[in-house]
């Protein structure tokens, strides 16, 4: 039982420590322009993404591959 209670004050520490980071440091926490979001089917990707353009040339060139692969 006290390993799991020091297990658990360890990591309310550092999740602790985590946030007052990001709240000194005065940023928005931010997600990646992939993930599970750029999996087929799903919508989110690069509506979310400070990059758009980059993600358009992306997949006009994915849909561009399928289209070959598929003649």
Do not use: Y
């Not at 400070?50 to 070959?68: F, G, S, T, V, Y």
């Amino acid at each position: 039982m006290n390993t799991f209670i020091l297990t658990f004050g360890v990591f309310s520490l550092v999740m602790i420590g985590m946030a007052v980071g990001v709240i000194v440091s005065n940023r928005e926490i931010k997600g990646s322009c992939g993930g599970l979001n750029d999996i087929d089917g799903l919508q989110g990707a690069c509506d979310i993404c400070e990059i758009k353009e980059q993600c358009k040339r992306r997949n006009k060139m994915l849909r561009k591959a399928l289209m070959e692969s598929d003649d």
